[in-house]
Every structure is written in C-alpha cells, then in structure tokens.
T-cell receptor, first 111, second 116 residues
Framework: AQSVTQLDSQVPVFEEAPVELRCNYS??????LFWYVQYPNQGLQLLLK??????LVKGINGFEAEFNKSQTSFHLRKPSVHISDTAEYFC?????????FGTGTRLTIIP | GAVVSQHPSRVICKSGTSVKIECRSLDFQATTMFWYRQFPKQSLMLMATSNEGSKATYEQGVEKDKFLINHASLTLSTLTVASAHPEDSSFYIC????????????FGPGTRLTVT
C-alpha cells in the first residue's frame, strides 16, 4: 500500500517570496514521485518527477523538488513565486501502475 | 507530445439519463487509461483502470454497472455514467499511459458533469 500526505491545505505567499510545499509519502516498494499543478476547471499538468538518479529534480516554471528517502519526503520549492503560480498543487506516488494523490495544497500568491 | 483530450468539457443532463465521456490519446498509443473523479476542493480518486481490449479494473466502492468503461482501441477510452443522479455530479478526469511514455500518466483536461 502507498499513501501521500500533504500537511498544508493552503499556503499564502507574497509575490516574489520563496515557497515550499510539503509532501511525505509511505510505500512498501520503491517509488516514483510526482508533482502536478491544477488550474481552476482544468486537468493536471506535470511539474516534475523523480524516477531515479539525482535526488534534486528540476521542473517547469522554476519549480524544483528534492527526494529524501530517509525522511520519505518530496517537498516542492520555488525561490520566487509569481501571481501566475496561484493554483492547486498535488503530490503523487506510484509504486506500481497506479498513482496515489495527496489531498492537495492551494497556493495563493499575495500581490 | 503526449496530449490527452476529453470530450465533452462540460455536460449538463437530467437525472436518469446516461452520459458518455470520451478520452483520447492524440499522439501516442495508450495501452492503459485511468479514470478519476474529483469532488470540489478535493483530490483525485481513482475509479478504474482500463487496458485496451480487456475489461476495466474498478476500485473498491465504484459501481461497475453505473460507471461503464470501454477501451476499444489504443487511443480511445469511454466512460458512460448510466442513469445519472445529482450525486454523480463531479469533475471526471482521464489519464493515459503507454509505450515509451510508461513512466508517467498524461492527463486530460477533465469533464465537468452536472446532473439536475
């Protein structure tokens, strides 16, 4: 079985400030980890993924995430956010063919 | 590449009618497609996994007679909500995976179903 925990349901951040969205996972097998972004009334867009290799993964729109096996975490970071980053962010884990999603974090950028 | 489309994007229907939602992989062959349901301000819940040419595998608690899934070709899967009721109103999202892209799922834009 696998699960994903996103502790922060909402994160307000001032424009141009840094942000970290937290994600912790549990799985009995090796995993692949993903971050997706969802804009209102739209599907999911892949931000980045960890499959193997370097634990620091860079994605689109200036986001990056670090896989930490000992802490079973995959936190998402951006050094300077923009208004356009306002969206829902989902962390997901896949140890088999299925994706298990976290409950999501609403990122709100304050002008 | 790796584009997935859904049709329709929005549908409003009366209670008791059936609604079909199409999911297509536009530029790759999808051996596996997934159907998710998302309630407002909630996460995606996997409903079923469909493999081309075989019966779909439904998650626990999902009624297979109500949510009919057909994956007749490598580029098309359909979800039919049979005899829809207001509680079936939701955002339905499909994803597709296949071939050289099998490490991840590519998501469609979603279909907003409203049952009145």
């Amino acid at each position: 079985a696998q699960s994903v925990t996103q502790l922060d349901s909402q994160v307000p951040v001032f424009e141009e400030a840094p942000v970290e969205l937290r994600c912790n996972y549990s799985s009995s097998v090796s995993v692949y980890l993903f971050w997706y972004v969802q804009y209102p009334n739209q599907g999911l867009q892949l931000l980045l993924k960890y499959l193997s290799g370097s634990t620091l993964v860079k994605g689109i729109n200036g986001f990056e995430a670090e896989f930490n096996k000992s802490q079973t975490s995959f936190h998402l970071r951006k050094p300077s956010v923009h208004i356009s980053d306002t969206a829902e962010y989902f962390c997901a884990v896949s140890g088999n063919e299925k994706l298990t999603f976290g409950t999501g974090t609403r990122l709100t950028i304050i002008p | 590449g790796a584009v997935v489309s859904q049709h329709p994007s929005r549908v409003i229907c009366k209670s008791g009618t059936s609604v079909k939602i199409e999911c297509r992989s536009l530029d790759f062959q999808a051996t596996t497609m997934f159907w998710y349901r998302q309630f407002p301000k909630q996460s995606l819940m996997l409903m079923a996994t469909s493999n081309e040419g075989s019966k779909a595998t439904y998650e626990q608690g999902v009624e297979k007679d109500k949510f009919l899934i057909n994956h007749a070709s490598l580029t098309l899967s359909t979800l039919t909500v049979a005899s829809a009721h207001p509680e079936d109103s939701s955002f339905y999202i499909c994803s597709a995976r296949g071939g050289a892209l099998s490490n991840e799922q590519y998501f469609g834009p979603g279909t907003r179903l409203t049952v009145t």
